[in-house]
């Protein structure tokens, strides 16, 4: 039976912090995805959950006030920016601020 190695790297560690948090996603495509991170896969694609998901361009399909897509996995190679709330933003609006 394989043991598996100690993994608490200091990258690994601040990962676990952002665990439940809100995190705000910008893909390729213009698209922007809010939801609170639940993880990555093995290929570090992101997961999150109670998303919302917003659209600014093209025009004729563009969603400014967002709709509700709940769990999402978003491929590494699509991920264009990861926004966190740092740590002076969280104890204020929290999500509610990553919508601006």
Known sequence: ???????????????????QKTLRVTTN???IFLGS???TDKQLNILLINTDEFRFSPPELANPSGRFVGLVMLPRRLVVSIEAPSSDE????????MYA
């Open 1 to 19: 039976m394989s043991t598996i190695p100690n993994s608490n790297t200091p990258a690994l560690d601040e990962l676990k912090k952002l665990l």
């Open 29 to 31: 495509d213009g698209r």
């Open 90 to 97: 969280a104890g204020g609006g929290g999500r509610a601020d």
């Open 37 to 39: 991170f639940a993880g």
